[in-house]
């Protein structure tokens, strides 16, 4: 079985000209997708031997994002911007990271501690979500000594809301536990911030040097209408999906909970099916309502998933469109119904700013209402702390994460800007790098924004279709467990294979890891014998052999970033002018002909 | 007064051409008669062997020998000039590089004596007479040299100092060659005389190209009108140019007709042929196997096209001269 | 005494053979040469082989549509299709060239195909020498 190896030639390099493939430009952290995509693409069939690959793959992926695992059951987006999009399909990179997930979560309770020196100073952590426990794994790494501070009994934040058909439990507490357990990381549970507790000021006492807050944005929104709250809105069996999920992540909710119950979902987000298929599953005759429209090209779309539309829709739930709640109805102290004026335009230049048309307005029955618009953070406490702006806005800046009104108070995650699980395990990264350059009296800013480059996708004769993902049927799959199958071991390699390591070579490095080549043999091209023929720039598939003017003859040369030292190019050359140096393969050809036997003088 | 150099001119298995081309210099030739003394040129004067063998050793400065060597005259003329020559110059494709006539290598010595005085339909020879080495008749004995198995360059049997491929060599490459010889201005022993690029770099085709060249149905030059302006590849005709030594002047190419190769390959390149069957195999499109097949099926004759100067010089082809023991039969 | 045909064997290293200890230092089997794309083989490699002794040149490539480097396989097939076309006006029969696409991670049938190759061969014989 092949041993990688992560050092030396094999080492993926810094992004010279910041050239990347797509998948990993989009990718917040930048993982290095195709390397490891082109590991697991070599993976053995024996499955035995796949595992000692598979464990190779994940620790190599584990030192930079421990939270890979819960990644290939919730993110994807690079799969958003993969060459391979419009020719067939994006490559399953999510459904690729699930498949070393469910190996390496195995493993990943024996796996054994970090070698750590933690001598430098301490730091507090708020909030162990993912932002927090990513801050927190990389300042450990770099020797730094890190108390979490977390409000609840759990580590995870926000991604206790992502259902059990989706993510796991095993999965998410796993990454979590592991996490603190290999870099010795010190957890206090049950630590608020505020109420007179804990308090920035306290912490600096305590001795820590600097503190990053990531506590997320718990404060659900409340239901509007026009700038004010909805009336009705103090009935019962009105519920928050926040708060919704969270107790059905506590295992509070029991199976049937709202059997012969109509339930009515507001809200068009991600989290908003979530609460409805949960609530299906739970019984619930289940309908979704949205300002939103059908069509996710406008600027007015429904923002939640293709795929969650599709398993809600499959599921039997009906999603009611550009519908916006204008009353609440209830029958004695409990909700009965809602009022839904027609809504016809989301957005406009200026931003969140609905319209509605009160003609068209439609009635719908309800027992109970789940109200998923949005969460938002504590302000007040926030304002306390000195950490707004005039205008009330956080004011951190958004490249460093350093707070701007106090310079050893770092913000990322969902607290300082809602988004992806992946965008906040970014800031926790950033945070961690700037905390480092902070106390270690470095620029905190220089060389910390990029652009980065993608490149193009590859030609080929043809392009592969994307594999059909597996769901289990709607009717079989109304309890918890996932029902997207995942790749098998032949399928992962398959799909591993598909992909087209449009990157280039120094981001890689795949190949050498694995010792199916030293090192990359660069191009060189014999300006002296080039006669500007054009036989190389018509067969490479990567374009990087091109032609230029040189005194008014074309010669050609090779864009070393985007050459793969496939060898094409050496190959057709019909004046013999390309040479990849220090190419072995000569050496070899050479040891092999002597060695036969009765060879022929020429 | 100094003595004029020495300089024979000699033709083996040649067409003529060669020496065509030496007088095609023009009035330059007789500039250049002028400056040196020809000791041998059979087919202009009138000097015999013997007079080369009654020299002493590198009496000649320059001997011009074209031709490549199929029989044992020739080797016995190569073999002469070169002890009483300074410098050996392989004058044109055949003795470079073995010429058109090493396509005669791609069958047996056997198969053309059969072909040639017994098979071919035109032949009327009831007794199966064959030449023989030597013949005894009315008492006397005449000899014929003897035709040997293979087509040979002029360095698989002589030491050889520069080469100057072309079927013929352009004139201005034998002006510059002779020049060389005269001033002392000699390039390295073992050199090509002539430029280090293949033809693309000077074609005025060149700069036209498309910057993908793909080539999805091959066709012959007489089967189609080619445009005088666009890549023959381009096409889908085959020009041997992007593989072959330039310094023609594109003299094929500027009357519309494709490179055949005759100017040999680049330097570092001792196939030729090889070289140019990569290339082109990498230019075909084709969307499946089997359409690629086809359109390679389309080529008529890939070996005679790509190996028709170079055959005996090329991997398979080359051999260097094995003697049959002496006063065998044919 | 029955002739043993030497086979001269080139394996894409992304198809065929990867997952072994495959470290650079590992012996490479006799005859082989590890390539880390079909697409390599040089026209010229093919024929120096033959001058040099070979009765026969397999090469590995990887499955149609599979190529890590995108088409090199298919080159390869162009390649040698035309090439088998002058191999034979050189009197090499074209059964001397094979090409055998397959994706074989430990390499657990190459043996088996060079063994297949050499009984074929051994049928047409030592190669005519030129």
């Known amino acids: 079985m092949w041993t990688t190896v992560a050092k030396g030639p094999a080492a993926v390099e810094a992004a010279v000209k910041q050239l990347l493939p797509p998948c990993q430009v989009q990718c917040p952290i930048n993982e290095d997708i195709q390397r490891t995509n082109v590991l697991i693409s070599l993976l053995p069939d024996d499955p035995a031997l796949a595992k000692q690959g598979i464990i190779q793959i994940g620790d190599y992926l584990y030192e930079k994002n421990p939270f890979f695992a819960v990644c290939g059951y919730v993110c994807g987006l690079c799969e958003l911007e993969c060459n391979y999009q419009s020719k067939g399909g994006s490559i399953k990179r999510r459904l690729l990271k699930r498949f070393l997930a469910d190996t390496y979560i195995d493993y990943l309770d024996r796996k054994e501690e970090l070698d750590l020196i933690k001598h430098k100073e301490n730091i507090a952590v708020v909030g162990g979500g993912p932002s927090g426990l990513m801050a927190a794994w990389h300042l450990s790494k770099r020797g730094y000594r890190v108390t979490i501070f977390e409000a609840s009994d759990r580590l995870g934040g926000a991604l206790w809301l992502i259902p059990r058909y989706r993510l796991p439990e095993k999965v998410l507490a796993s990454t979590c536990e592991n996490i603190v357990r290999l870099a010795g990381i010190d957890v206090k549970y049950n630590a608020e911030m505020g109420n007179g507790k804990l308090s920035l000021e306290k912490l600096q006492h305590e001795g820590y040097s600097a503190v990053f807050m990531a506590k997320g944005t718990p404060q659900p929104r409340a239901l509007t209408f026009m700038g004010a709250e909805v009336e009705g809105g103090d009935l019962s069996g009105i519920e928050y999906g926040h708060t919704f999920l969270y107790e059905v992540s506590h295992g509070n909710i029991s199976p049937n909970y709202f059997k012969g119950k109509k339930v009515v979902v507001i809200g068009g987000g991600n989290v908003a099916f979530d609460a409805a298929r949960t609530a299906k599953r739970l019984g619930g005759d289940t309908a979704l309502v949205c300002l939103e429209c059908e069509d996710k090209k406008s600027k007015d779309g429904i923002p939640a998933d293709h795929e969650e539309i599709r398993g809600a829709w499959q599921e039997g739930i009906r999603t009611i469109y550009s519908r916006g709640v204008s009353k609440i109805f209830g029958a004695g102290n409990n909700v009965s119904g809602i009022e839904c004026p027609k809504c016809t335009q989301v957005f406009d230049d200026a931003g969140f700013n609905p319209k509605f048309d009160v003609s068209d307005t439609i009635k719908l029955d309800a027992d109970l209402l789940i109200v998923t618009v949005g969460q938002g953070a504590d302000r007040a406490a926030l304002q306390k702390d000195n950490l707004l702006d005039e205008r009330g806005r956080i004011a951190v800046d958004p490249i460093t994460m350093q707070s701007l009104n106090r310079e050893w108070v770092f913000i990322g995650g969902d607290l300082r800007r809602i988004g992806f699980m992946v965008d906040a395990m970014r800031d926790g990264i950033e945070a961690a790098e700037s905390i480092e350059r902070y106390l270690r009296g470095l620029d905190v800013r220089e060389g910390r924004k990029w652009t980065l480059e993608s490149q193009d996708i590859p030609l080929r004769r043809y392009y592969l279709g994307e594999p059909e993902i597996e769901w289990t049927p709607p009717e079989k799959r109304m309890h918890f467990e996932l029902f997207e199958h995942g790749f098998t071991l032949p399928q992962a390699v398959h799909e591993a294979r598909r992909c087209l390591t449009c990157g280039p070579c120094l981001s890689c490095k795949a190949c050498v890891s694995v010792g199916i080549q030293n090192s990359l043999s660069e191009v060189e091209v014999n300006a002296d014998r080039c006669s500007g023929c054009g036989v190389c720039t018509s067969i490479c598939y990567y374009g990087a052999a091109q032609s230029k003017q040189v005194e008014g003859k074309r010669k050609s040369f090779t864009d070393t970033f985007k050459c793969k030292s496939c060898g094409m190019c050496v190959v057709a050359c019909p004046s013999g002018a390309r040479e990849l140096v220090g190419d072995p393969m000569h050496a070899r050809i050479n040891e092999v002909y002597a060695n036969l036997s009765g060879a022929i003088g020429g | 007064m100094a003595e004029k150099p020495k300089v024979a001119i000699c033709w083996l298995g040649a067409c003529g051409g060669c020496d065509e081309a030496i007088v095609d210099l023009n009035e330059a030739i007789l500039q250049v008669a002028d400056q040196i003394n020809i000791v041998l040129w059979p087919v202009a004067l009138d000097f015999k062997y013997h007079h080369i063998e009654a020299m002493k050793d590198k009496e000649i400065t320059l001997s011009i020998i074209s031709g490549a060597v199929r029989n044992s005259e020739h080797e016995e003329v190569a073999r002469l000039l070169r002890e009483k020559s300074q410098i050996v110059l392989a004058f044109g494709a055949c003795a470079s590089l073995g010429g058109t006539s090493g396509l005669a290598n791609f069958i047996t010595k056997q198969e053309i004596f059969d072909w040639v005085y017994r098979d071919a339909p035109s032949v009327v020879n009831p007794n199966g007479t064959m030449p023989q080495t030597v013949t005894k008749m009315n008492g006397n004995t005449v000899t014929l040299p003897e035709l040997f198995e293979h087509v040979h360059t002029l360095a698989q049997v002589i030491d050889v100092d520069y080469y100057l491929p072309g079927c013929p060599p352009p004139p201005d490459l034998?002006?510059?060659?002779?020049?060389?010889?005269?001033?002392?201005?000699?390039?390295?022993?073992?050199?090509?005389?002539?430029?280090?690029?293949?033809?693309?770099?000077?074609?005025?085709?060149?700069?036209?190209?498309?910057?993908?060249?793909?080539?999805?149905?091959?066709?012959?030059?007489?089967?189609?009108?080619?445009?005088?302006?666009?890549?023959?590849?381009?096409?889908?005709?085959?020009?041997?140019?992007?593989?072959?030594?330039?310094?023609?002047?594109?003299?094929?190419?500027?009357?519309?007709?494709?490179?055949?190769?005759?100017?040999?390959?680049?330097?570092?390149?001792?196939?030729?042929?090889?070289?140019?069957?990569?290339?082109?195999?990498?230019?075909?499109?084709?969307?499946?196997?089997?359409?690629?097949?086809?359109?390679?099926?389309?080529?008529?004759?890939?070996?005679?096209?790509?190996?028709?100067?170079?055959?005996?010089?090329?991997?398979?082809?080359?051999?260097?001269?094995?003697?049959?023991?002496?006063?065998?039969?044919? | 005494m029955a002739y043993d045909p030497n086979v001269v064997c080139f394996s894409c290293k992304f198809g065929w053979d990867y997952v072994s200890d495959n470290k650079p230092e590992t012996k490479v089997p006799e005859n082989r040469v590890p390539v880390v794309c079909c697409g390599k083989v040089e026209s010229n490699h093919i024929l120096e082989a033959f001058k040099a002794g070979a009765d026969g040149i397999l090469i590995l490539a990887c499955q149609e549509g599979d190529c890590h480097y995108q088409d090199g396989n298919f080159q390869t097939s162009k390649k040698v299709y035309l090439l088998q076309k002058v191999l034979e006006t050189f009197g090499v029969e074209r059964e001397r060239v094979r090409i055998e696409m397959g994706l074989d991670p430990e390499g657990a049938r190459v043996e088996q195909l060079v063994k297949e190759m050499k009984t074929d061969l051994s049928k047409l014989g030592p190669v005519k020498r030129f």
Do not use: W
Request: charged fraction near 25%; aromatic fraction near 4%.
């Open chain 2, 174 to 330: 034998i002006a510059a060659a002779i020049n060389a010889v005269l001033t002392g201005a000699l390039p390295p022993k073992g050199s090509t005389i002539g430029p280090r690029v293949a033809l693309c770099d000077s074609c005025p085709r060149n700069q036209r190209k498309p910057a993908r060249i793909e080539i999805k149905e091959i066709k012959r030059i007489h089967e189609v009108e080619a445009n005088p302006d666009l890549c023959f590849l381009e096409q889908g005709i085959i020009c041997m140019g992007s593989a072959t030594r330039g310094g023609c002047g594109e003299s094929c190419i500027s009357v519309n007709i494709p490179c055949r190769g005759c100017g040999g390959p680049v330097p570092g390149v001792d196939d030729s042929g090889a070289r140019f069957l990569s290339a082109l195999a990498s230019m075909l499109k084709a969307e499946s196997n089997e359409d690629a097949k086809r359109v390679i099926d389309s080529i008529a004759d890939p070996a005679g096209y790509f190996y028709r100067f170079s055959q005996p010089s090329s991997t398979l082809g080359k051999k260097p001269l094995e003697k049959a023991t002496e006063g065998e039969n044919v």
